[in-house]
């Protein structure tokens, strides 16, 4: 009894205390946040009221899945540096590319990008290491395989995976069936990552599906790295949540490339020789792990055939279905761009062929109907956000301590109109090619790829992959919107992927 009462004593007396600490922690909470956004010498920057106080209205305003446009308007209200966190700024200033993502800037990537990769902090990946020296060290290991000149040299696959996606679309002009143009654009990518990486379609374009949960689960990867990043502390416990979620979603990834490395390795007995035939990056990549298996483990391996896969779809598809769809609303842009495609092939000896990279690069409308496109749909959606190096930085105009984090939205970048022109809202592809000059200053701003030392390393993949179905598509094939009064959607998670862009195919008249 005794005991009971004593207990009964201590409950009565824990309640006030635990009712004062209730209170006590959210406004020492309140108090340090108004203190921080007070005390920085930057407070006078302008932006988002609470988003001077707290990470949240940045999450809200990504979590809502319209980030570019949000970010845009930012900048046509408050300027060339807006505030869109207690710490963080997103810039809109060409010269302070050069100082942010220069080669040789001691700029690092913020802790965002921890969240885009495994909450193991010893694991790392080209994408989101943020210690400059190993990441150039792995850079460097694996950077002549995406060169231009070893990529070529993979052309058929490209050319291949092009005639697939050709006849699956002759295929819907004879059946006229409504298309997602984006679904099968993520299709097609999906497969020539899968013929360049492991000599081997993943079967998207054969089922004109998903396999295995690998486009559901790519989804759930972006988001999270998209809303988890603003919050990168919690990385680890909502990674562990996450994998409650049923389907096999990114393990089908991981087992599918673990698999076809097995096989490769067994059909060639650990014998080098054998895959040297081959030219896909798998052998390409066993050949460097056999030549110094300490230098080139099977973990670069695996790491590189998986870097392929996770990231060459997305950015692929949107980049492609963006140029598709301002040439569909564009039909005097088509018109000039047909009269080009249609004089190339006329020099074939085949008309039929598939375009050859060297054709299509010898076509500057549609060089600049890519570009153009690239500018006005970039696929990435929010700030490439960086930390400001020791000693501080000026962008701007504007000293920014050490530790400040910054960053450009492509979105921001390429809608600035004192570079772009006055109508750089509008798709207008000959504007890259009105002079060298203009072309060159606008060159400095364009940032579908990202810049400098971690400007992307599949850029030259996308670029073979699109410059040679592009043409394709617009020789061939008559589009239109299914709906004329369709208005776009799109969802911003890290990728600014579009919903809605259904289209009606007809062989071209
Ligand atoms: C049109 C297609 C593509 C677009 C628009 C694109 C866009 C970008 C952008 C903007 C960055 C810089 C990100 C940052 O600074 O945070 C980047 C980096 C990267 N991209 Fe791409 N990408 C595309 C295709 C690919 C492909 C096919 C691959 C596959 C190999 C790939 C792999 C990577 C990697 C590994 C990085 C990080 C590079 C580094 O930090 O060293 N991308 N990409």
């Known amino acids: 009894m005794g005991v009971l009462n004593t207990n009964r004593l201590d409950a009565s007396n824990a309640l006030p205390a635990l009712g004062s600490l209730v209170i006590l922690v959210p406004l020492l909470a309140i108090i340090w946040r108004v203190w921080r956004a007070l005390a920085t010498p930057l407070r006078d920057l302008p932006g988002p009221f609470t988003a001077r106080f707290t990470r949240l209205w940045y999450l809200k305003n990504v979590w809502r899945g319209d980030f570019e446009k949000v970010n845009v308007r930012l900048h046509q209200r408050y300027g060339p540096i807006v505030r869109i966190a207690p710490n963080e700024y997103s810039i809109d200033d ?123 689960a790519l989804h759930v990867y972006l988001l999270h790295c998209a809303n988890v990043g603003i919050y990168s502390e919690w990385h680890p416990l909502v990674t562990k949540l996450e994998q409650l979620l049923p389907g096999p979603g990114m393990s089908y990834l991981i087992n599918f490339t673990q698999t076809q490395i097995a096989e490769r390795v067994n059909a060639t007995k650990g014998d080098s020789r054998a895959s040297i035939t081959g030219n896909d990056f798998l052998t390409r990549l066993l050949k460097m792990h056999a030549d110094a298996p300490d230098k080139f483990t099977m973990a670069d391996v695996m790491g590189a055939a998986l870097t392929n896969i996770g990231a060459g779809s997305d950015t692929t598809s949107i980049s492609f279905s963006a140029i598709m769809y301002y040439l569909i609303k564009a039909p005097n842009v088509v018109k ?164 809605n862009f259904i289209v009606k195919v007809a062989k071209r008249a």
């Open 94 to 216: 060409a010269d302070a590319i050069k100082i942010i993502y220069g080669h040789g800037t001691s700029f690092t990537k913020s802790e965002w990008y921890y969240a885009a990769g495994s909450p193991n902090k010893n694991v790392h990946n080209l994408f989101t290491d943020r210690n400059p020296k190993r990441h150039s060290e792995n850079r460097r290991k694996v950077a002549n395989l995406y060169s231009m000149t070893t990529l070529l040299s993979l052309e058929g696959f490209v050319t291949e995976a092009a005639g697939h996606m050709v006849s699956k679309f002759e295929g819907f002009a004879k059946t006229g069936v409504n298309v997602n143009m984006q679904e099968w654009a993520q299709y097609w990518a999906f497969d020539v990552i899968g013929l360049i990486t492991l000599a081997k379609e993943f079967g998207f374009l054969d089922k004109g599906a998903d396999q295995g949960g690998l486009l559901g």
């Open 336 to 499: 000039k761009l047909r009269a080009e495609i249609d004089a190339k092939v006329a020099e074939k000896a085949n008309a039929d062929d598939i375009i050859t990279f060297s054709e299509a690069n010898n076509m500057p409308y549609l060089q600049a109907c890519i570009k153009e496109g690239l500018r006005m749909h970039p696929a990435t959606g929010l700030p490439l956000a960086r930390v400001v190096p020791n000693g501080g930085a000026t962008i701007c105009g504007r000293h920014f301590p050490e530790g400040t984090v910054v960053g450009v939205n492509t979105w921001v970048a390429h809608q600035n109109k004192s570079v772009f022109g006055q109508d750089a809202d509008v798709f207008r592809p000959e504007r890259w090619l009105e002079s060298p000059e203009k072309a060159s200053a606008m060159e400095r701003y364009f940032m579908a790829f990202g810049s400098g030392s971690r400007t992307c390393i599949g850029k030259n993949i996308s670029l073979l992959e699109i410059s040679k179905m592009l043409p394709e598509m617009v020789r061939r094939f008559d589009f239109e919107l299914a709906d004329p009064d369709m208005q776009l959607e799109t969802h911003n998670a890290w990728f600014v992927k579009q919903k």
